[in-house]
């Protein structure tokens, strides 16, 4: 009876991978050792809660794009270090619960955390929240290095999805340690085919990404 049921377990993995559209992978069955934290697919984000079309704690990218994160990956291993991916794919339902929330302007539940000293109402004029996201293409990442010896991120000087002009590429109001640690991860990212977005030092699209004009919208599971 124990194998009937491992077997129809296998089947169902085996058939969700499939379901993935053409040009997709998992992130994890080309380089299983990047670390994931999807924080949209938990309460750990701006919003404070789970966001809609996120279903499971995996990650899902353009399949070149999961290729050159491997690339990303095996030359940051060799110096003990890893990736870790905050998110990924994400579908356009997602992006609309964005908007929905940021109309909500007294829902400000994650502002100390996460936009401080951010009137909630100029999130879109900002550039913070859009109707439109390139995650929603497929080859664009959120992600951060983790060193291996410690188990710790390293400091970028501010936290992932931080809304603040800390969180600019180009901040000069950092540390030593935290500039050498934002130039590692750019040059590395940029080495493997990965261009940056001057307003958040984790957020990375692949070049000649393969859906430029394309905004999916299956879940994330």
């Known amino acids: 009876m124990k194998w009937i049921l491992c077997f129809f377990l296998l089947a169902s993995l085996a058939i969700q991978s499939q379901n ?17 934290e999807l924080r949209y697919c938990h309460d750990n984000n701006f919003m404070g809660v789970p966001v809609n079309g996120y279903e499971e704690n995996v990650l899902i990218a353009t399949t070149p794009t999961a290729k050159a994160l491997k690339k990303v990956q095996d030359e940051l291993i060799k110096q003990q270090l890893s990736l870790k991916i905050y998110d990924a794919y994400r579908p356009q339902t997602a992006v609309n619960h964005f908007v929905k929330w940021a109309r909500i302007i007294n829902d400000t539940l994650m502002k100390q955390q996460y936009y401080p000293e951010v009137n909630k109402r100029h999130l879109f004029k900002l550039g913070y929240i859009s109707s439109k996201s390139g995650h929603s293409r497929g080859s664009t990442v959120d992600l951060t290095i983790v060193n291996l010896k410690t188990g710790k991120e390293l400091d970028m000087g501010s936290p992932y999805d931080f809304f603040g002009i800390s969180s600019h590429v180009t901040y000069e109001n950092l540390t030593k340690q935290q500039k050498k640690n934002r130039k590692l991860l750019q040059e590395v990212m940029r080495k493997h085919g990965f261009r940056p977005y ?15 004009k394309t905004f999916f919208d299956f879940p994330v599971k």
């Open 20 to 36: 993935l559209p053409k040009g997709f992978s998992y992130i994890k069955d080309l380089s299983p050792t990047i670390q994931n």
């Open 198 to 212: 001057s307003k958040e030092w984790w957020h990375f699209t692949l070049k000649g990404e393969p859906f430029p």
